[in-house]
T-cell receptor
Framework: GESVGLHLPTLSVQEGDNSIINCAYSNSASDYFIWYKQESGKGPQFIIDIRSNMDKRQGQRVTVLLNKTVKHLSLQIAATQPGDSAVYFCAENRRAGGTSYGKLTFGQGTILTVHP | DTEVTQTPKHLVMGMTNKKSLKCEQHMGHRAMYWYKQKAKKPPELMFVYSYEKLSINESVPSRFSPECPNSSLLNLHLHALQPEDSALYLC???????????????FGPGTRLTVL
């Protein structure tokens, strides 16, 4: 079935390195994508979003890239810090009948561990 | 105020109990959501309210009953739950779904529910 998935379930990096977390999606009708960070015992925290009419968006230390041709989404974190250690989820919004229903579907998540 | 608050933080209940989870936001958002998250899994959508009306029910069992008393409050009434319903229950809100434009969802910290 259609799904949003991640290539790697875990990622370990050294402090100061750049991190790249990948996500594949299969629904070409998806028009909006979000990256969330979830720390242990907390709810998901919004990091950055991108709409399907864009291929790149930058925030503070984070960049999201969208490749609609291969249905691939990535989150790049520059100068990764120990405080970035968390589970990262991509999520997609699937349009139905021309209307956006607010139905986010989450990927399986990647555990990012940053070593000092 | 950019917070979504949830009470209680933790809840332990028996299978014959009736309890309620509460969620509140004061960001003026008109869409509110309930998600269920099992350990090491992504959040799964349960219900969506738009302008205080239920717009999405993801085939959730009737032992879960949502209620939206006003635009700032969202409740989830629980009755006759099963041990497999133990999970983190997350509430989220977003600006507006009526115009068909997807906006970021802000999550609360969740209620950790244990059903004995």
């Amino acid at each position: 079935g259609e799904s949003v998935g991640l290539h790697l379930p875990t990622l370990s990096v050294q402090e100061g390195d750049n991190s790249i977390i990948n996500c594949a999606y299969s629904n070409s009708a998806s028009d909006y994508f979000i990256w969330y960070k979830q720390e242990s015992g907390k709810g998901p925290q919004f990091i950055i979003d991108i709409r399907s009419n864009m291929d790149k968006r930058q925030g503070q230390r984070v960049t999201v890239l969208l490749n609609k041709t291969v249905k691939h989404l990535s989150l790049q974190i520059a100068a990764t810090q120990p405080g970035d250690s968390a589970v990262y989820f991509c999520a997609e919004n699937r349009r139905a009948g021309g209307t956006s229903y607010g139905k986010l579907t989450f990927g399986q998540g990647t555990i990012l561990t940053v070593h000092p | 105020d950019t917070e979504v608050t949830q009470t209680p933080k933790h809840l332990v209940m028996g299978m014959t109990n009736k309890k309620s989870l509460k969620c509140e936001q004061h960001m003026g958002h008109r869409a509110m959501y309930w998600y269920k998250q099992k350990a090491k899994k992504p959040p799964e959508l349960m219900f969506v309210y738009s302008y205080e009306k239920l717009s999405i029910n993801e085939s959730v069992p009737s032992r879960f009953s949502p209620e939206c008393p006003n635009s700032s409050l969202l409740n989830l009434h629980l009755h006759a739950l099963q041990p497999e319903d133990s999970a983190l229950y997350l509430c989220a809100s977003s600006q507006d779904m009526a115009q068909g434009i997807m906006n970021e969802q802000f999550f609360g910290p969740g209620t950790r529910l244990t059903v004995l």
